[in-house]
């Protein structure tokens, strides 16, 4: 018989078709806010479910996700999957990331696909896997320091408004850089929303953060914090955020943890990412990848879904 607590723990796991999110009901702040439940009046709010993955069979198998970042219509089809200038889409190099996105049909530069699944299933959990990139391969695969995975929802679901949530454990180490994040539809940038990220080399850090643009000095501004989840490396614990109309509100555990005021210019419906990248050149706590980082690192989700408000 199982305890109470590992009880809790499974009823947690399953992904209800509705929910209920208690949420501030104060006028929205365009400052964000660290939510006090003692001094935040909070309201209920009902919601119906849209998407959901639980990982039981292969991420690719159903056409929910896609393994790599979409080129738009100029893009030609066949280079998502191999070529001079594939890894354009297969990683974010601004951001000084250290890896390439790979999935069974890329082919890095070669003819045909190397098979590298970084997507394993096991018992309901899918882990995107990061290895260091095996020496054989490092030319095909433009000499990236790993391989590992990214899925999107782009093309297949995207959503204006309701609630956004992964189940999962955070990774930790040095240049381990995981996420759960939100892009609009229409392609442009931002406004991005990101649910999850965590710090590889501080465990148990996760960062929520808010990204927008100002129309009239097209200047981009951020907003967010970070918050301790002293077992997150270890447990299954829920990320999510809720956007609405007048405001986005962050959970962990659907407890509102953090909230802002909705920018004007979040307009699109919005896909959904989620990854595992190594490392980071701005982004801090994430760090390069050094002889300390990982051979192997796992980024185990248990299930991602969204849900709508009600009527």
């Known amino acids: ?42 309201s209920a709010l009902s919601l119906h479910r849209t998407f959901h993955d639980d990982f039981d069979e292969h991420p690719l198998s159903r056409g929910k996700w896609t393994p790599h970042y979409a080129g738009g219509a100029a893009w030609p089809e066949a280079r998502y999957w191999g070529g001079d200038g594939s890894d354009f889409k297969r990683k974010t190099a601004w951001n000084g990331e250290q890896q390439i996105y790979v999935d069974p049909r890329y082919a890095g530069r070669g003819a045909r696909p190397l098979g590298l699944d970084p997507f394993r299933v096991k018992d309901g959990v899918m882990s995107i896997v990061a290895m260091r990139t095996p020496p054989e391969l490092r030319d095909v695969l433009f000499n990236n320091e790993y391989i590992s995975g990214i899925l999107t929802t782009q093309g297949s679901f995207a959503q204006k408004y309701g609630y956004f949530e992964i189940r999962a454990k955070i ?34 850090d996760v960062v929520m953060t808010t990204h927008w643009r100002i129309f009239e000095t097209q200047k ?35 407890k509102p943890v953090a909230d802002i005021k909705a920018p004007v210019s979040f307009v699109a419906p919005m896909y959904m990412i989620v990854n595992l990248a190594m490392g980071a050149k701005y982004f801090v706590g994430v760090g390069f990848v050094a002889a300390d980082s990982p051979e192997t690192v796992a980024f185990e989700i248990d299930r991602i879904s969204a849900f709508q408000i009600d009527p």
């Open 1 to 42: 018989m199982l305890s109470p607590a590992a009880m809790a723990q499974e009823m947690q796991r399953l992904a209800p078709t509705q929910l209920s999110l208690m949420v501030a009901s104060d006028p929205a702040d365009e400052r964000c806010r660290r939510i006090d439940k003692a001094s935040t009046p909070l």
């Open 220 to 254: 981009v501004h951020s907003c967010g914090f970070d918050f301790v989840v002293p077992d997150a490396v270890t447990a299954f614990h829920d990320y999510g955020v809720l956007w609405q109309p007048d405001r986005i509100t962050y959970f962990i555990d659907r």
């Open 171 to 204: 990774p930790a180490g040095v240049a381990v850089w995981p996420a759960f994040w939100m892009l609009a539809d229409d392609g442009g940038w931002p406004p991005e929303i990101d649910v999850m990220e965590g710090r590889g080399q501080r465990p148990g």
